[in-house]
């Protein structure tokens, strides 16, 4: 499975936006781009995910650069509620019998009021 | 309502005993998959199943077994073996091959070891 590289921490204003910047230069052609969140002692939550275009739902816009080396998760109006742990992971969808979830250490988000 | 419950929320064990923890989906996934969390860390795997009656070890197996009987429960089993088993664990479903759903965890058993 390909790695993924995330900063440590960052800090947000609060009504800004949040870009949340990963790497995953070795991911191969059929390998997701997935993002997570993990509010402090929860399961980590769904956020969103894609290939190789660009995606947005209700939470979250996901840009990934053209060669699909690395990607930007995008919080538009952030809000302390999303102070959390943020993680970046590459999946592979696989019908046999290889897919598994490996995740890094993720980024740690702290939204400013 | 479908989703993966984890059991308990908490538990504290004597050093030297074994203890299980239970995960249950009804979301009829095939996949489950174990992490162990520490604090400040992130999440690291332990083991996963694709399908009922095989399981993969992950980065961190030692110390630890788990069972696959049925496609719904994935228990975990913390045994004496396993050095420093004081942490928050996890538990994961998905449906692999399925490229539109995502991976849902349950909230985490934390289990103290004193």
């Known amino acids: 499975d390909a790695k993924t590289t995330q900063p440590t921490s960052m800090d947000c204003a609060e009504g800004r936006a949040a870009n949340l910047p990963c790497n995953h230069s070795?991911?191969?052609?059929?390998?997701?781009v997935y993002w997570y969140r993990q509010i402090h002692s929860q399961g980590p939550q769904y956020i969103i995910h894609g290939l190789k275009n660009n995606e947005t739902n209700e939470m979250a816009s996901l840009i990934i650069t053209e060669d699909r080396k690395s990607s930007t998760l995008i919080l538009p109006h952030a809000t302390l509620r999303d102070t959390a742990v943020y993680y970046c992971?590459?999946?592979?969808?696989?019908?046999?019998?290889?897919?598994?979830?490996?995740f890094g250490t993720g980024t740690r988000l702290t939204i400013i009021p | 309502d479908g989703g993966i419950t984890q059991s308990p929320k908490y538990l504290f064990r004597k050093e030297g005993q074994n203890v299980t923890l239970s995960c249950e989906q009804n979301l009829n996934h095939d996949a489950m998959y174990w992490y162990r969390q520490d604090p400040g860390q992130g999440l690291r795997l332990i083991y996963y199943?694709?399908?009922?009656?095989?399981?993969q070890k992950g980065d961190i197996a030692e110390g630890y077994s788990v069972s696959r009987e049925k496609k719904e429960s994935f228990p975990l089993t913390v045994t004496s073996a396993q050095k420093n088993p004081t942490a928050f664990y996890l538990c994961?479903?998905?449906?692999?091959?399925?490229?539109?759903?995502?991976?849902?965890f349950g909230q985490g058993t934390r289990l103290t070891v004193v």
């Open positions: 994961a479903s998905s449906t692999p091959g399925a490229v539109n759903t995502e991976a849902f």
């Open positions: 070795t991911i191969s052609g059929n390998e997701y």
């Open positions: 992971i590459v999946r592979l969808h696989s019908n046999f019998g290889n897919e598994k979830l490996t």
């Open positions: 199943s694709q399908i009922v009656n095989d399981f």
